[in-house]
Nanobody
């Protein structure tokens, strides 16, 4: 069982930056691929970014096209934490952001993830 708690959301102006954190419980955090998703009002939850588990030789990262070049996902296995650095934020980035853990491999699909956090609100004003 893995519990995930997101933090770092808030209100920011267009062009600003935020860093989201997701703290995980348990001693097996490094074995999980981790993902960030977001859900805007009236829309489906969508993939934002993912990072591979320690089973790979390096931290492989993956991004949705809409955030590539602006967002950076990273992890600190010693702190059981995954981060999402968000730069050059746009109003369309406004959503509740969720982190998720996948026991097998990274994925872009919501249904592939085994554990979810409660979400943190990000609001970008124009």
């Amino acid at each position: 069982q893995v519990q995930l708690v997101e933090s770092g959301g808030g209100l920011v102006q267009t062009g600003g930056s935020l860093r989201l954190s997701c703290a995980a419980s348990g001693r097996t955090f490094s074995r999980y691929a981790m993902g960030w998703f977001r859900q805007a009002p009236g829309k489906e939850r969508e993939f934002v970014a993912a990072i591979s588990s320690r089973n790979w030789s390096a931290d492989n990262t993956y991004y949705a096209d809409s955030v590539k070049g602006r967002f950076t996902i990273s992890r600190d296995n010693a702190k059981n934490t995954v981060y999402l650095q968000m730069n050059s934020l746009k109003p369309e980035d406004t959503a509740v952001y969720y982190c998720a853990a996948d026991r097998s491999s990274w994925s872009r699909f919501v249904s592939d993830y085994d554990y979810w956090g409660q979400g943190t609100q990000v609001t970008v004003s124009s």
